[in-house]
């Protein structure tokens, strides 16, 4: 799987839990809770489908690292087995 | 914290628990010392309930809350309740809860701390007779041991009808919650 492909897995994960998310003018250096209306429950049900999605076990201490569009692509690429 | 982060490393992704489901679990247990507030006016009565079932407070997208209830929320384990949470939100989100669950709660509890709000004092649901409040997790000089430590504090707040219950009565409950959340291996 490539960066754009982990790209494009955040972002439809994203519209699913916030269906409001536009790809088209998030900002992917700011972070998600800044530019969505995001409480513990989504984020956690991100984390729930970014692990289903990618196969990707994600440590809660790691939770930090998917604040924003790119740290998530830059995390999950570098977790993701045998990926790009 | 540290108990909750254990916890979550031993727990699938998808079995983890949020910090508000032991807030939830920690005031329905609570209820057994204070039963009073566990209760709901019916005509000029109020009736205590024996079973807890605890309204949570749901923001919608698009502003508007409700409060449904989580079943039975004290005789359920923390897994079960946090499942029952999850589906309770999505479903809130969705226009998918059923009346039941918006007419049972038989006392809510409102967490207002991911807004920034450290105390949170809110306001009863007729027919309900009392509501809890939880603020934010913060930081606070704290004394142990007659060391000053850091440690991780919440204010937890009680809105109770006074023809039912009083202060003394309300005090006794909110030292159960603490009571109880620090030990939360035991909820």
Known sequence: MTREEIRAAVLRTLGEIAPEADPATLAPDVPFRDQLDLDSMDHLNFVIALHAALQVE????????????????????????GRH | MIWLAEENLRRPVPDRLLYGVLLIKAVALALRDVPELNAVWRGSEPVRSEAVHVGVAISLRGGGLVAPALHDTAGTSLGDLMRGFRDLVQRARSGGLRSSELSDPTITVTSLGEQGVESAFGIIFPPQVAIVGFGKIVERPWVVDGQVVARPVVTATLSADHRVSDGHRGGLFLAAVDRLLQEPGRL
């Not at chain 1, 201490?61 to 087995?81: E, F, I, K, N």
């Open chain 1, 58 to 81: 994600i440590p809660e201490a790691d939770y930090p690292r998917l604040a924003t569009l790119d740290a998530c692509v830059d995390y999950l690429a570098a977790a993701a087995p």
